[in-house]
Every structure is written in C-alpha cells, then in structure tokens.
C-alpha cells in the first residue's frame, strides 16, 4: 500500500529495501518532525497534502471531495480542540461527513503528540505496532511485518485459515493491529498509545419513510451520478469490466454523463472467465466504448515474490496475475474504476436461512464462507474448532445489532469486506489509482439505510440498474448466464442456494470458497514461513 509510515526518530533510518526494490520508480521521501521521521513510498501522482501551520505538522493522505483551504480550516480547528481543548467533536463532525478516501496525521511540533484519524469506512487500511516498545505506523503491512520480526498469533492464523481475513483490529501477526474504519490513533508526549473507535457502525437503522423500490432506485441513481461526476478526473478513465452487474452500472453512468471512459478486461482460458469476456464485449459494443482484453500471463516468480513483500498472505498467489496485467497500463497511476461494493450496498445481505441462535450465527458464517475445515486448520495451528468458534462468537457479541440478521450484516461489511476486499482495492493502488462509487459516503449511508425488504430478490438491483439504463438488463449476468428480468430463473437459484443453505446445518459443505485450497496453502506457508512456529 503506497502512503505513509511514521516511526520514533530513535529508531534510526529504517530499511526500505524489502519493498523498494520492487516499486524502484516510486519516491521514497524522508523528513522529520518533532521526534518522528516521516517516509513517503508512492509514486509520483499518489495524492498526499503536506503543510505546517500554527505549530502542527499536517499530512492528508487520499482523495477528499474537500476544496484544499477549506480543509486546512477544518484540520486547524480539528488540531486546536483535540490537542489544546481536549474536545472531539469537531473530529468527529468531520469524519461523518466529509466524502472521500483518507488518512489525516497531525503532529504537534510544540511537544510532540500525533493524532491520526481515517475516514467513515477505514478505505485505506493502516497499521501499527508497539513490539518491544517500538512505535511503527505503516501502510506498509508486509514491510512493518519484516521490520518488526513479529511472530503469527496462532489464533488469529487460525481466523485467517478458516476466512481468508482476520476479525477486528487484529492481524495475523501478535502486536500488529489495523486501525479499524472510523477511529483515532493518539501518541502522547511519552510515545504511549491509545486508540479509540468515535464512529459506531450500525447495521439495523432503517429509512422506513423509503416506501417503494422506485423510490430507492430513483435516489440511489440520482446520487450515483453525482458521485462519479466529483470522481472523474482529468487523467484518462479505466473501467475494469466484467460480466457481472456492479461494472456496467459505471459504464452506464458515464454514457449518462456524456464522458469518456474506455474498458479493460483480462481473459483466462476456462469456462467462467470466458463468459465473462464475451459479456463485456456485449456491453463495450452497446455502449460503443473501446475495450482491451488482456491476455492471461502466467505471474513470474519476481511476481509472486512482490505480491508476498506487499500483502503477505492478505491476498493469495492466486491473484498474482493481476501484476502483470496492471503493469500492461499505459500510463502511470490512471483512474481505474472498478465495481467493487456494488455487490455489499445494493443486495439483500441478510443470511439465507432463518438463523436459530448465536452458535447458529457462528455455523452459517463457517458454512458460508471457510476455505479450510476445522480440522485442517487445527492440523496447521493447534487451535481446536471449538476455540475457533468461541473467538468468532466473542466478536460478533461485541457487534452493536440485537438481530442476528443484522449482525450478519455487520459481520459481512466491517469483516469481510473491510478486512479482505478492502486489502483487494489496496493491492490495486500500487499501480493505479483505484476507484469506486459505491462506497462514496452519501451514495453508502444512503444505501444501507434502504429497508432490506426493498432489496430482496434483486429487486432494487434491478430497478436501479433499469432506472440507469434500460439496456443493462437486456445482457445476461455472466455468473449466472441470465438477465435480472428472467425473474423465474433468478428465483430458481435463490431457491438452490436456500436448499443449499438449510442443508448446510445438518452436511458440512466444502470448498464453499472460489479461492484454490492449494495456491491458498502455498501462499500461507511463504508468507508466514520465517514467522510462524
């Protein structure tokens, strides 16, 4: 993840080298202030705002749909009240409401205290720890892993084994944590360290004056569109399409806005794959856009390794075919629109099955979403599946929603998708920059407030695709080879999956996961090798 790495001047000059050697045209940039040194690994477009003002050290990471005096205003007031008048609020004010993608560090060169904060979502993940009293905080997760010489917790590898992703603030890795969506990271004079979470995340607040589906589709449109427009940028526009539904709802929009966008698409040669290319060129062709299909190059091993320097195990070697295909991008960090969270904030997340009780919770999670069974991963770690249960247990107790429905919900937007598909996103952002409107916060909030009861059977999907453009639904969905308004047919497989899942208490189902047992094995075993005993 190119951004920010923040560390005690005590420390000395940290080696670099373990990733810089596979980024060599980025900048790797070192200042200091008050007691820290500062290190900037990016490439030369990635936006950080840099300025000093009134006795504090501000350094803005991401984009912001904030005009840049503006928000200097709002970052002085926030470092006044936080650091001078002990008071949040206006931190808080402005983490609920500012749209972007961002990380804020501020330094007070009075006496050296640190503030950092990220947005409503935690899009951009940073880590810290505190091993053997040393400070790091990083973007770099793989680096800070290395620097560090930490140790895998057993537990959380557990986690990992079974999900693909940790829970919570932890990592695979004991005393190295993620700054989990919504929180405030504060180093005292001292060094000493605290860490609080100021936004709640609820999964079970309804917009119930949101009466009907074309309600919602005719809002969820409106401001669909006026996010892309503050997104699109003056670089050229990428869209990574696919044959399913979140891509063409941007491919849409653009055409809507009368901008120009061009699409990209990478081809494997089996069977889903080959449906998804043919799909794309369907929608390239009716929308009269250029698309490029990237052939499959098989990764090297210079790919494999720089894919493991990056993420460790955060994302498996299975996807190491994207480096090639990223680096096949003419020009140098464009816009790259992808789809991603189409997928969380339109459908109906809740289970499929009715669920009976919290250890019924816990069992659906696993039949839904484990690549290895419990006794594979108590072979590899030691940890028994009744401890692996308990562990999930305790976190989704922790989860604010009384309804085990909802807290599902929660599990699958702040779990999942923050803690594995926002790593995705991130691997991205080394090559291009990454960009998505469906996490946009208006678009977001607006979202998971609609009723659950307007999205099921995709519905709403279905309108807002419609409302869009008539003609996205008239191009089957590549993962299930028909459109949304053969409406027998979508219900003829939610019906399977409901089959499915209902069978699910009484049979244990395996490789639930599209990941490859195998590759997911391998690329835990090099990640974790010099770690985990």
């Known amino acids: 993840m190119p951004g920010i790495t923040i560390y005690p001047s005590s420390l000395g000059e940290l080696d670099f080298n373990s990733i810089h050697s596979f980024f060599k045209h980025y900048n790797l940039n070192v200042c200091e202030a008050s007691k820290y040194k500062i290190v900037q690994f990016s490439p030369e477009a990635y936006p950080v705002l840099k300025w000093q003002s009134e006795g504090f050290l501000f350094l803005v990471e991401g984009d912001l749909a904030v005009e840049i005096e503006v928000l200097k205003v709002k ?3 926030i470092a006044f009240d936080y650091f001078i008048q002990k008071n949040q609020e206006a931190l808080l004010t402005f983490v609920e ?74 990592t695979m890795f004991n005393s190295c944590k993620k700054l989990l969506a919504g929180s405030v990271l504060h180093a005292n004079t001292s060094g000493v360290l605290s860490v609080n979470r100021i936004v ?23 401001l669909f569109l006026e996010t892309l427009k503050v997104k699109i940028s003056t670089t050229t526009q990428t869209l990574s399409i696919s044959g399913g539904l979140d891509s063409r709802a941007i491919l849409a929009g653009f055409n809507r806005l009368g901008q120009k ?7 494997i040669s089996n069977e889903p794959h ?3 290319v043919q799909v794309s060129l369907k929608l390239a062709e009716r929308f009269s856009v250029p698309i490029d299909i990237h052939r499959f190059v098989p990764a090297s091993k210079d790919d494999e390794a720089c894919l493991l320097a990056m993420k460790k195990a955060q994302n498996c070697l299975d996807m190491c075919f994207l480096i090639p295909f990223f680096k096949k991008i003419p020009a140098q960090y464009e816009a790259f629109w992808t789809g991603d969270g189409g997928d969380k904030v339109l459908p109906d997340l809740r289970p499929l099955r009715s669920i009976f009780s919290m250890n019924d919770l816990v069992n659906y999670i696993y039949s839904k979403h484990h690549i290895l069974n419990y ?20 976190q989704l107790l922790q989860y604010p929603e009384t309804s085990l429905q909802e807290k599902y919900i929660h599990f699958i937007m702040m779990e999942r998708a923050a803690n594995w598909l926002f790593e995705g996103e991130d691997r991205n952002r080394y090559f291009v920059k990454s960009i998505t409107p469906y996490y946009s916060l208006e678009l977001y909030k607006y979202a998971m407030s609609i009723p659950n009861h307007l999205k099921k059977d995709f519905e709403l999907f279905t309108a807002f695709l419609d409302t869009l453009d008539a003609r996205l639904n008239t191009i089957s969905n590549a ?3 028909i459109t949304l308004h053969q409406t027998k047919k979508l219900r003829w497989i939610y019906f399977k ?22 590759d997911y094995l391998e690329t835990f075993d090099r990640a974790t090798v010099n770690f985990y005993k």
């Open 75 to 77: 970052l002085q007031q």
């Open 97 to 170: 409401n500012t749209v972007g993608e961002f990380l804020v560090y501020i330094i007070n060169l009075n006496n050296g205290e640190l503030l950092i904060f990220n947005d409503y979502l935690g899009r951009l993940p940073l880590y810290y720890t505190t091993e053997r009293e040393k400070l790091i905080i990083s973007r770099e997760y793989g680096w800070l892993i290395d620097q560090a010489r930490l140790k895998a917790s057993a537990l959380d590898t557990a986690m990992f084994l079974m999900l693909g992703f940790t829970i919570g603030e932890h």
């Open 200 to 222: 709640m995340h609820r999964f079970d607040r309804y917009n119930y004056n949101i009466k009907s589906v074309e309600t919602a589709a005719n809002q969820l449109v409106k």
């Open 261 to 267: 966008i061009k699409c990209s698409c990478y081809e």
């Open 274 to 276: 080959q449906a998804d």
């Open 375 to 394: 006794k594979e991963i108590e072979s590899k770690t030691g940890v028994t599946k009744q401890t692996l249960k308990s562990y999930i247990k305790k």
């Open 479 to 481: 993962n299930w080879g």
């Open 497 to 518: 999956q409901k089959i499915k899942s209902y069978l699910s208490i009484f049979i244990t189902f395996e490789n639930v996961s599209d990941i490859n047992k195998q």
